[in-house]
């Protein structure tokens, strides 16, 4: 057995090398938050930069958690984001499957148009969304924020499960309707175990995308009532001072939750990929 490596020995530890080094980079930044979060005040902004938190403090939280309305943020914040993931994937899930599956005068515009919208900014859609929630009375209003984000997550989600389902072969389909499947009974137990790789994959966007929002948050909504997560971060900013500390740990906080659905979903995700495939 030879002792020097094989060609392609070498290139795949080229490749592990280069993808260890690109996540340390990528998780740099969030070690940093979270060990920042863990030091004392007189620590944070020192010229010499600490690596390890040490003494480990927990006042930065303290003083995150101890701001007015926090959990009525934090109600707001799932309240929205979940309830626009979860229209929006009903919605995007038989629009795919029209799109798909169906000919119809006008697909190609639409898929043109999905396309398009979603190369928009969302800073300029803030003034005329504004008008149009002014116009039916929705400025100020929960439900009002939901819609707004669902009508930001739905091209993409439309988009990307009608990939997923084009990359469903249409025999099992027609096999499950000969079977004696009705076609409702079809679409539940033949495709959408089939499509759940793309269905979690467009929650986690549809959720990351609705939590992380600060822009439409803070425009349409008027009263601390109704205002989420991402508003309460900027309360730690003053016209005098910026509490750093209190900042960050509250950046950690509003992190955990984004985390805590993917590690939920990462299972799904990667087991439906494995019961999804199809061997030809």
């Not at 958690?65 to 919605?91: C, D, E, G, Q, Y």
Request: glycine share 6%; net charge positive; hydrophobic share 60%.
């Amino acid at each position: 057995m030879s002792a020097h490596p094989t060609p392609a020995r070498r290139r795949r530890a080229v490749n592990n090398t280069i993808a260890v080094a690109v996540s340390a980079v990528m998780l740099f930044p969030v070690y940093w938050m979270v060990a920042t979060a863990f030091k004392p005040s007189g620590k944070i902004l020192s010229a010499v930069p600490q690596f390890f938190p040490w003494p480990i403090s927990l006042g930065n939280f303290q003083r995150a958690l101890a701001k007015p309305h926090f959990w009525v943020f934090v109600r707001n914040s799932l309240t929205v984001t979940l309830s626009s993931v979860a229209l929006s994937l009903v919605i995007a899930l038989f629009a795919a499957i029209a799109i798909a599956r169906f000919r119809f005068a006008g697909r190609k515009v639409l898929l043109a148009i999905l396309v398009l919208v979603q190369m928009i900014p969302a800073a300029a859609m803030v003034i005329p969304v504004y008008l149009m929630l002014r116009s039916i009375g929705a400025l100020d209003f929960v439900p009002g924020l939901i819609l707004t984000y669902m009508t930001f997550v739905l091209p993409f989600t439309i988009w990307t499960l009608r990939g997923f389902v084009d990359g469903v072969p249409v025999e099992l389909e027609e096999a499950a309707l000969v079977d004696g499947c009705g076609r409702f009974q079809m679409y539940v137990r033949v495709l959408l175990p089939l499509l759940m790789p793309g269905i979690v994959a467009t929650s986690i966007f549809a959720f990351v995308n609705a939590w992380d929002d600060y822009l439409f948050a803070y425009v349409i909504m008027k009263s601390q009532n109704n205002y989420t997560l991402p508003v309460w971060l900027v309360s730690f900013r003053t016209a005098e001072s910026v509490d750093y500390g209190a900042m960050i740990a509250a950046s950690t906080i509003f992190s955990l939750p984004v985390l805590v659905f993917f590690l939920l979903v990462q299972r799904r995700l990667v087991g439906g990929m494995t019961n999804g495939a199809v061997k030809g």
